[in-house]
């Protein structure tokens, strides 16, 4: 098929590409886009906002010693031509820093590829800091596109997460509830919308599932889309969660954000301390289909496309020498097991073992790493994993793997050259583990989904999840603990409890009334035999999540009195509140003296012991004790 040569017209304040597709309109030399000229509608963004407010590029920073976050909004102030032929147009719009400003210490590139034949935008940044600059903190980066709210009411997340969505201004007529993002839809254009719940961060998704998402518009019908093609350059790794697409309607690409992490994900440059990252490219991908089609196949016509953009990945297009082509890159591969004896005598292959690489550091430090690169893949069911297409570097090989506690991480660094293949052969990750298992609870998969998940508050659901999995971004479950347990707590008894009906998803605190409230104590209880006195049995205690949290471990005894353990004061997630089934993983193993236990009936109590707010606590992901390891006794699983 014949399509017509890529051109660039050039204006006193803006500039127009186009490819017979589409025309792309970008300011100059701020680099805003201002509109997106596609399938006869003149402008997909909305053009009641300022320029620089319609799509853009943003980033939230603080100086240190300062709270509270600057707002900066990249505007370049040069503009170059890149690249201009018949099949590709890459447009540069720089910002640089200089010591006599006050504002934001990177240098920033931003820039923009259009190719020919492409219905649809690249783009792409380079974030530089020089050596002797000051020291920064950064929360937040990405790129934002506000859509036509007349025009873009339909939202696709994934296959299941897909429906019309509230407008802007439905949301400023409805109710806020406990926090602003949240709001009860009293008065939508849409009837079937009201008594429902909007929050954006019913739409989050994890960096791995996180490919593409956008909106569509029925008339005519017609798709916007962010696909991103590698998650190489967004931080904390595969399960990092973050925001997509969200009422506005308003289509995101988060590169980095503190979301579900908190505190341990800001970007914090000390004094002179020099950095340089690219950021992308990502494609906004526009599909349309005639008037006699259904719009949402234009859904699987964006799948179709993100996996050809992830199949090119890397590019062999943007000009910047600092994106590294396909040559430029290796390969790492090899095979990880299972040493767990006291599953089988014989080595356990990681099925679907995730395993990646991240900038050298400690075990697990992967899910708190912001600066570098990261580079995941899944091995198979024989343990085997390649990890393609990895920038020139030196890295540490991580990994966890799901049915086992715990992080592995590969004893030395590994260097990564140009067009080198590292073979690692057999990698042996030896889980914590210090006896046989005398009782288990939950799956050690690093979320809390397996767990009870109530209903919600039928006055406050949002209808997206009343027959879905995501049962636990409905708003408000902290509030249902309290209305199943009223006036006791929880109390699981290993026997006879099953934790998918019986443990509910999230430690949270009572509600007491009047805004108040109160810690909470749940129990497990257990029968033992033949207790071993002097020997050490160990509990071992998989967070999924932490929030303002400080788990308190007793034996035995009443909640009143002394603990055995404390994990202290722990976590700045906000899983809870945000309607996420995790955030950052911890792990705990506990030393518990048999002495401690008797013949019979036992406890062990567990108290979130931070009150005050419906949104401090934590989320298991697994409990296990283990018996000394001389005590070989039958194991109990539930």
């Keep these: 098929m014949y ?35 596609y399938n006869g509608i003149d ?91 000051p020291g920064i903190s950064i929360s937040q980066g990405r790129i934002a596109f506000k859509l ?71 008339d005519p019908p017609t798709g916007f889309w962010i696909i991103t093609p590698s998650n190489e350059f967004k931080t904390a790794g595969p399960v990092k969660q973050d925001l997509t697409s969200h009422a ?19 970007i914090e440059f000390q004094d002179g301390e020099p950095w340089k990252k690219v950021f992308g490219p990502v494609l906004v991908y526009l599909n349309s289909v005639s008037d006699d089609e259904d719009p949402p196949t234009l859904w699987a016509d964006a799948k179709e496309q ?90 540490s090989v991580y990994a966890w793997v799901p049915g086992f506690i715990g992080d592995y991480k590969f004893h030395n660094p590994i260097t990564i050259l140009p067009g080198s293949r590292i073979r690692l052969g057999n990698l042996i990750y030896d889980p914590p583990r210090n006896g046989p298992t005398r009782w288990e609870i939950g799956i050690p998969d690093r979320t809390a989904a397996e767990f009870f998940v109530p209903d919600p508050n039928p006055t406050l659901m949002n209808q997206l999840y009343a027959n879905e999995g995501e049962k636990y971004r409905q708003y408000g479950l902290w509030d249902r603990y309290t209305d199943l347990y009223p006036n006791e707590d929880l109390v699981y008894t290993v026997e006879t409890s099953i934790y998918q009906t019986d443990w509910y998803f999230a430690h949270v605190n009572r509600n007491a009334g009047n805004k108040t409230y109160i810690p909470t104590t749940w129990k497990i209880l257990f029968d033992l035999s033949n207790v071993d006195d002097s020997g050490n049995y160990t509990l071992q205690i998989a967070l999924a999540s932490a929030t303002d949290a400080e788990l308190q471990v007793r034996i035995n005894v009443e909640a009143t009195e002394k603990f055995h353990f404390t994990t202290g004061l722990i976590g700045k997630d906000n899983s809870i509140a945000r309607h996420g089934i995790h955030g950052l993983y911890w792990l705990y193993s506990v030393n518990v003296p048999g002495s401690l236990f008797v013949e019979g009936s036992n406890t062990i109590l567990l108290t979130q012991s931070r009150g005050s707010s419906p949104w401090k606590g934590v989320m298991y992901d697994y409990i296990r004790l283990e018996d000394p390891s001389s005590n070989t006794q039958p194991s109990k699983h539930n």
């Excluded at 006193?12 to 000229?37: A, E, F, K």
């Excluded at 504002?103 to 259009?114: A, E």
């Excluded at 073992?353 to 912001?370: M, R």
Aim: charged share 25%; with cysteine.
């Design 3 to 37: 399509y017509p040569p890529v051109q660039l017209h050039l204006f006193q304040d803006h500039v127009v590409l186009g490819n017979g597709l589409l025309n792309l309109t970008l300011s100059t030399p701020g680099g805003m886009i201002t509109g997106i000229q």
């Design 148 to 218: 036509q709210p007349n025009l873009f009411r339909y939202m696709a997340v994934s296959d299941e997460k897909q429906r019309i969505m509230p407008t802007t201004l439905d949301r400023e007529k409805g109710q806020v509830l406990d926090y602003p993002e949240a709001v009860l839809l009293t008065d939508p254009s849409s009837s079937f919308l009201r008594g429902e719940v909007d929050d954006k961060y019913q739409y989050s998704s994890d960096n791995k599932d996180n490919r593409v998402h956008g909106w569509i518009c029925s």
């Design 248 to 266: 506005g309607p308003i289509a995101l690409s988060m590169f980095f954000s503190t979301h579900y992490a908190g505190r341990p994900l800001m």
């Design 306 to 395: 993100m996996l050809i953009e992830t199949k090119s990945w890397p590019y062999d297009f943007p000009v910047s020498d600092d994106f590294a082509y396909a040559p430029q890159r290796g390969t790492v591969s090899g095979r990880l097991l299972v040493r767990d004896s006291y599953i089988n005598e014989r080595l356990i292959t990681a099925n679907a073992a995730y395993v990646g690489l991240a900038l050298p550091g400690e075990t697990g430090s992967w899910q708190t790493e912001n600066k570098g690169y990261q580079f995941w893949t899944q091995a198979d069911a024989r343990g085997y994993f390649v990890i393609k297409g990895v920038r020139a570097g030196k890295y």
């Design 43 to 133: 402008n997909l963004l909305e053009g009641e906002y300022k320029e620089n407010n319609r799509g853009y590029w943003d980033i939230n920073w603080s100086k240190p010693g300062h709270p509270g976050d600057i707002y900066d909004k990249i505007e370049g102030t040069n503009v170059y031509i890149i690249k201009e032929d018949e099949d590709q147009i890459e447009l540069s719009f720089i910002k640089k820093w200089n010591s006599l400003e006050t504002g934001l210490p990177l240098n920033i590139d931003k820039r923009y590829i259009m190719l020919r034949g492409c219905p649809g935008f690249y783009s792409y940044a380079i974030f530089e800091r020089l050596e002797g600059w």
